[in-house]
């Protein structure tokens, strides 16, 4: 699968760790940063990015990370066509793709450790989208007003 990933300095070491895990699974992955630790860098420099490749089809799904989890969501989702959301437990990173279809999730370094980070992330990338006329509907609402919020901006 190609993937995206992107971190802050709060998310810099999970980022690093997922990133080695998901090549050695034989994944492609985009880094879409930081490429260095620096305690003064801001989530929205590599999340949007990210969600932009994301929304444009570059890769498939993608992967935010900061210190909660919560800026990174914000920021991924004012990208439209982003579903993004923020993840701490198994049944949501499942549960998240197979009803809602999102495409990035959010995790917080300082939230979750490794180990729990890696099964959320394997439950993420398995998970399939149902397709449900009730999760399409949905979704079509959303897409709406991501058009409606574009044409009042013009």
């Not at 699974?25 to 985009?30: A, D, F, N, R, S």
């Not at 919560?70 to 989702?77: E, L, P, Q, R, S």
């Not at 197979?98 to 890696?118: K, Q, S, T, Y």
């Not at 398995?126 to 709406?144: D, N, P, V, Y």
Request: aromatic letters at 6%; hydrophobic letters at 45%.
């Amino acid at each position: 699968m190609r993937l995206g990933l992107a971190a802050d300095h709060g998310g810099f070491h999970l980022k690093n760790r997922v990133a080695e895990q998901l090549r050695n699974l034989g994944h492609e992955v985009t880094d879409f940063g930081a490429d260095r630790l620096d305690p003064q860098d801001d989530y929205p420099d590599y999340v949007i990015p990210l969600a932009r490749a994301v929304a444009q089809g570059t890769v498939e799904r993608g992967l935010a990370i900061c210190g909660s989890g919560v800026g990174a969501a914000i920021a991924a989702n004012k990208v439209p066509g982003v579903r993004a959301a923020l993840i701490h437990d198994v049944f949501s990173a499942r549960q998240g793709v197979e009803d809602d279809d999102i495409n990035v999730m959010c995790l917080g370094e300082r939230v979750v450790g490794p180990a729990l980070a890696w099964d959320l992330i394997q439950t993420f990338l398995a998970a399939q989208f149902s397709g449900a006329g009730r999760h399409r509907r949905r979704l079509e609402k959303i897409a709406a007003l991501e058009i409606g919020s574009h044409h009042e901006q013009e």
